[in-house]
């Protein structure tokens, strides 16, 4: 983030709106979807005073009340000087999950983002966001003090080492255009706490003490029934590790009866939301998951140092992509463009994705599907680097997981030459031209389809090694101690 906040907002919002957000058609044998709300809101530098919350005996200035920002358009609310000071803070909304022994799903005390399923009720996906925010944490993201920004791509979210959906997520970014921010009133039933965190935090690169792994059971992820096998599953291929952020676990609210110190009365199960650093003596909170891939996704489109000078200062002259203001006496003045248009793409579920066993024609297997988005390789040059357009691109790959023995990581390497091309390609149409085609891809869905294709195969392969280990040890182990016995007989 840079010097002025403001900046990166602006360019934040625009890189949203002007981005067209693939929506992924449900597959008939899985219709069910989600909806989630990622919460802006610009902290106000401390030294700031406002109109209604003058301390007493202060005679500094004062912001007044007309320049809060509640009910501006965008860019206005932008340019106000409490949101250009230099110590404002750019802040995003988390929750944590309330525990298990709560009332918990699966989900229990991971760090996520306001929202859950879409109800036959719903009118539409934005509208699940505003219901199941103001369910949760008790605000409103109708009233005038927040905006909609925009919406990020939808994801696939899936179980059993990919081969099963489990629903479709669509993501809605909201912004506070006030300096207070209303008080939560958090349904402890699924609801621990809510944290305001600094979007400085979230953005790459990260120190390596703000980057560790999640140890996560696979044999929970492949769901297995019997004991024996769960077991057997663990020793044969380990865990995975998912990759995490660490933040500062230091919530701004807490839930009614939820007692903090509750996290550490028994270890947390993999995939938690919280961790206790034993050096530091400190709590974390472990975001991971597709909350960070949502988070990265977010914040993919702020400003880096390869396109800063695409940024738009509040008061600069109209550019390209801006618009003049018909309505506004200045003619410098510009404003945001309204949301582009959404592109529909296929769900990798989808059955035309997958070869039928009837033999339909046109039906298409995940080889076939991945083999159709590859290009040629080239390594990008330098001038096509710079061109790289914001908010798109593979960096959500980086949530998906390694495995703790590193044979089961050489396979995965061996296997994913798929998966690799695929992202080598999603990477090419961010650097190269802006092309339609691309647009319509579902690149997402074929890096996961594709990874979690090379894990499969992974696993198999170090399963039949070990499994063929295991004999030959017992083998020459029968054939060690009937040895012995023999020899032992005739002395």
């Known amino acids: 983030m840079s010097d002025v906040p403001a900046h990166n907002v602006l360019a934040l919002i625009q890189s949203v709106r002007l981005t067209p957000p693939r929506l992924i058609l449900s597959p008939p044998t899985q219709p069910r979807r989600a909806s989630v709300a990622l919460i802006i809101r610009m902290k106000p530098a401390p030294e700031l005073v406002f109109e209604g919350a003058v301390p007493d005996g202060y005679a500094g200035p004062v912001v007044p009340q007309e320049e809060f920002g509640v009910g501006m358009q965008f860019d206005d609310f932008l340019r106000l000087d409490w949101v250009n000071h230099p110590d404002t803070v750019p802040e995003l909304l988390f929750i944590r999950r309330a525990p298990a022994g709560t009332g918990g799903s699966r989900w229990s005390s991971h760090i996520a983002f306001p929202g859950g399923r879409q109800e036959p009720s719903d009118d539409s996906a934005v509208y699940t966001a505003l219901r199941e925010t103001w369910e949760e944490i008790g605000i409103d993201l109708a009233e005038s003090n927040f905006v909609q920004v925009g919406r990020l791509d939808e994801r696939e979210i899936t179980t059993s080492l990919g081969k099963r959906l489990l629903m479709i997520l669509s993501p809605f970014v909201f912004l506070q255009t006030s300096p207070f921010s209303p008080t939560p009133e958090l349904q402890s039933s699924e609801v621990s706490t809510v944290h305001w965190i600094p979007m400085s935090s979230l953005t790459p690169p990260f120190d390596p003490g703000q ?80 909350s960070l891939g949502m988070s990265l996704d977010l914040v993919a489109h702020c400003p880096n140092q390869e396109n800063n000078s695409r940024l738009v200062t509040p008061g600069s002259p109209t550019t390209s992509r801006f618009r003049s203001d018909s309505s506004g006496s200045s003619p410098t003045r510009s404003t945001i463009f309204g949301p582009r248009t959404p592109v529909t793409v296929n769900s990798t579920f989808d059955q035309q994705w997958f070869a039928s066993d009837s033999g339909t024609p046109g039906a298409r297997t995940t080889t076939a599907m991945a083999d159709s988005l590859l290009k040629p390789k080239r390594k990008p040059s330098v001038q096509i680097i710079e061109k790289r357009r914001r908010g798109v691109g593979p960096g959500v790959t980086a949530v998906f997981p390694r495995f703790s023995y590193p044979d089961v990581n050489f396979w995965i390497w061996v296997f994913g030459r798929r998966y690799r091309r695929v992202v080598r390609s999603w990477e090419e149409s961010v650097h190269g031209p802006d092309r339609a085609a691309d647009r319509r891809t579902n690149w997402s869905g074929a890096a996961l389809s594709t990874f979690y294709q090379a894990v499969r195969h992974a696993l198999v392969v170090a399963i039949i090694i070990r499994g063929l280990a295991a004999l030959g040890g017992i083998a020459g182990l029968t054939y060690w101690i009937l040895r012995t016995v023999k020899v032992g007989g005739e002395l």
Do not use: H
């Open 211 to 290: 980057w560790a792994y999640i140890d996560i059971d696979i044999s929970t992820r492949l769901s297995p029934r019997n004991q024996l096998v769960r077991w057997a599953l663990r020793g044969l291929v380990g865990q995975m590790q998912f990759g995490c952020i660490l933040l500062p676990d230091e919530p701004d609210y807490v839930a009614e009866g939820f007692d903090l110190s509750m996290e550490f009365e028994e270890p947390p199960e993999g995939g938690s939301g919280t961790w206790f650093d034993a050096k530091s003596g400190k709590r974390l909170l472990r975001l991971w998951g597709l």
